[in-house]
């Protein structure tokens, strides 16, 4: 296991520690960092998820709003 060291402002710490008093920090601590690593990590893939759909789009064929209505009154969207 790795041990790692941070600065933070001393409202903080003190925050921290009253908050988690008796409780396991270095847990507590893992786990903000797991849940931190994995909202990077989805905000990533929904920047590379809507960088896509804007990729496709510019090959999308472009139709009319009257073509788009006539498409949907038929059934064919």
Known sequence: ???????????VKKAFN?????????AIIATLM???VERAQRKLRAQEAAARIL???RSAPVITAAEFRSAWENGRL
Do not use: I, L
Request: proline fraction near 4%; avoid cysteine.
């Open 18 to 26: 009253t908050t988690f008093q008796g409780q396991n920090k270095s």
């Open 55 to 57: 990729e496709r789009r």
């Open 34 to 36: 797991r849940e931190a």
């Open 1 to 11: 296991m790795a041990t790692v060291n941070f600065s933070v402002p001393d409202e």
